[in-house]
């Protein structure tokens, strides 16, 4: 079993899948994309029992680099992101069946495809290998996102996404050519010892991946698209940019820029948080999940310390695997009220509350954080996680269509969908497995002192929340306009439309010039130009 047989499995099946949209249509082949993630599942929890695996995809000249061809790894990093991505897909898939709309080829299509490249770019082996799979991962989310998606503003937010991740390949470019300069002639994500430029170039990688504050604006807050393929477009390209940033959390104990980069995690943590909350739908507000969590995830690996690439990949899980759930949760019904325990289960997950994996996420955030003394950040992600989980709790109580009555398949299918991420982000959670051969972290026993500011935290934040969303109209109802105000200013639409409109006065400042020395006035310029010339050598 090598790391390239899931994404073969994955091509494979996108293949397949695609071929009804030219064929007459069979409705089996709506089982198709459900049985292919569970053969690439299956594959990659088989390929966890033998960590590392290596497999080489071709020895192009990347060799003159680094002494060898493109290749793939799977270390328990990129394992245990590439399980959770496949779970998301298969609940995606899987959830999918209970929903209305047809067969919807064209969106399973390109959920396979989106997934077989998240997970090619999760497990390269090497920045040159990093840049190219994230180069194929940028233009499959672009070419769905134009084909399959409708949306006011929807072509600003795909340019702007396309823009800020090119500019993230170019920084692993950059990472790659810095290390060749310093005469490394192997390098292997996870294991090489990085430069301090190499460090910074992938932190930035990292940073402009996610979106972290103010790079929100290729972040496609509202569009009209599947809901499986909505969640795959804004959680894969997020896990993996935290596969890198987990990497380098691993390896470095002191990130550089932690001051700017501290201030804008805890920046893009509230915004993202305060604009959910303020959402009309809070359904659509999967982009500022990944915002605010992806803060989170910058700050525990800033001040995690040890525990920093733990956190990370901890934050990570609760996102792929609690979010998930939570967008793929078909809304609640008053005939069918035990679904919503689903979305209640994600939510202590997304918030850290003890036997998941968030709580593994709180501990090593909230243990750097009082360890260091930095209080101004702890009260931020407190008053966040605050606004996240009254919003969470939006997102499960909010009304939706029941599941179809008499199809014992669709129910048994939406059951599996939403509890196989939740079973992996619980297990995570509760220490032996995760400690141990996943993240290298001991995670203490609850009642220990160690294990305090998590527990507090995450007990003030779900109270918090609680308070807030039962409350919710005394809140909102007195600062509806400061709400809205801060969700605008937050959002940054405005300092877009100001660099273009500056792009726009550039541009028609130099077709005026050019319009003047180029048209009727040509010849006038011509003869100044000469008289110029005759008096600087007359001169002399």
């Known amino acids: 079993m090598t790391p390239l047989f899931p994404i ?18 069979f409705r089996l082949l709506v ?20 960590l590392p695996a290596e497999t080489v995809l071709s020895n192009w000249g990347a ?8 290749a793939l790894k799977t270390d328990r990093i990129a394992w245990t992101f590439s399980v959770a991505v496949l779970l998301l897909a298969l609940a995606a898939f899987l959830t999918g069946l209970s929903r209305p709309g047809g067969l919807r080829l064209g969106a399973r299509t390109a959920s396979l495809m989106i997934t077989a490249a998240a997970l090619a770019a999760i497990q390269a082996q090497d920045l040159v290998t990093l840049a190219i799979t994230w180069a194929v991962l940028d233009l499959a ?49 996870g294991q090489s010892p990085l430069t301090q430029n190499g460090t910074l170039f992938l932190l930035l990688a990292a940073v402009f991946r996610l979106g972290v504050f103010p790079f929100h604006l290729g972040l496609p807050a509202q569009a009209n698209i599947r809901q499986g393929l909505g969640a795959l477009l804004k959680l894969a390209p997020a896990a993996v940019a935290l596969s890198l940033l987990a990497h380098l959390g691993d390896l470095e104990s002191a990130l550089p820029l932690k001051p700017w980069l501290s201030a804008a995690a805890a920046i893009g943590l509230l915004v993202g948080a305060v604009q959910w909350w303020q959402a009309a739908d809070p359904r659509q507000g999967l982009a500022f999940v ?19 690439g733990a956190g990370v990949l901890a934050f990570g899980l609760s996102l792929l695997l ?33 036997a998941t994996v968030g709580f593994v996420a709180a501990f090593a955030l909230y243990g750097g954080l009082v360890a260091s003394g930095s209080w101004v950040l702890l009260a931020v992600c407190l ?70 500011p998590a527990l507090l935290a995450g007990a003030v934040a779900a109270l918090a929340g609680f308070g807030l969303w039962r409350y919710e109209n005394l809140v909102r109802a007195p600062g509806e306009s400061a709400w809205a105000a801060i969700t605008s200013v937050a959002r940054l639409d405005w300092l877009y439309f100001a ?42």
């Open 8 to 25: 073969l499995v994955l091509l494979l099946g996108a293949g397949v899948t695609a071929t009804g949209l030219f064929v007459p249509r």
């Open 31 to 50: 089982l198709v994309p459900v049985g292919v993630a569970a053969l690439a599942l299956a594959a990659t929890l088989v390929l966890g029992l033998r």
């Open 63 to 70: 060799d003159a680099l680094y002494g060898g061809g493109l």
């Open 141 to 189: 989310y672009f070419v769905s996102i134009v084909l399959l998606a409708r949306g006011e503003a929807l072509e600003k937010q795909a340019v702007l996404s396309v823009g800020l991740n090119s500019a993230a390949t170019f920084m692993a470019v950059a990472a790659a050519l810095d290390t060749l300069h310093a005469g490394q002639i192997a390098f292997r994500i």
């Open 290 to 308: 990944v915002l605010a969590q992806s803060g989170l995830a910058v700050l525990v690996a800033l001040w995690g310390g040890p525990a920093a």
């Open 322 to 354: 609690g979010g998930g759930v939570l967008f793929l949760y078909n809304g609640y019904s008053e005939t069918e009220r035990r679904w919503a325990a689903a979305p209640l289960v994600a939510t202590l997950a997304l918030v850290g509350l003890p």
């Open 383 to 452: 008053v966040g996680q605050c606004l996240v989980a009254a919003s969470c709790l939006r997102v499960a109580w909010w009304p939706g269509e029941p599941l179809p009555q008499g199809e014992p398949l669709a129910q048994v299918a939406y059951l599996f969908g939403l509890a196989l991420p939740l079973t992996f982000a619980v297990i995570s959670g509760l220490g032996p497995m995760f400690s141990g051969a996943l993240a290298g972290l001991a995670v203490p026993s609850m009642l220990s002192a160690a294990a305090l």
């Open 499 to 540: 660099f273009w409109e500056v792009y726009r006065f550039i541009g028609r400042t130099l077709r005026t010039t050019a319009g003047i020395i180029e048209g009727e006035g040509g010849v006038l310029w011509t003869l100044v130009a000469a008289l110029l010339v005759w008096l600087l050598f007359r001169s002399r």
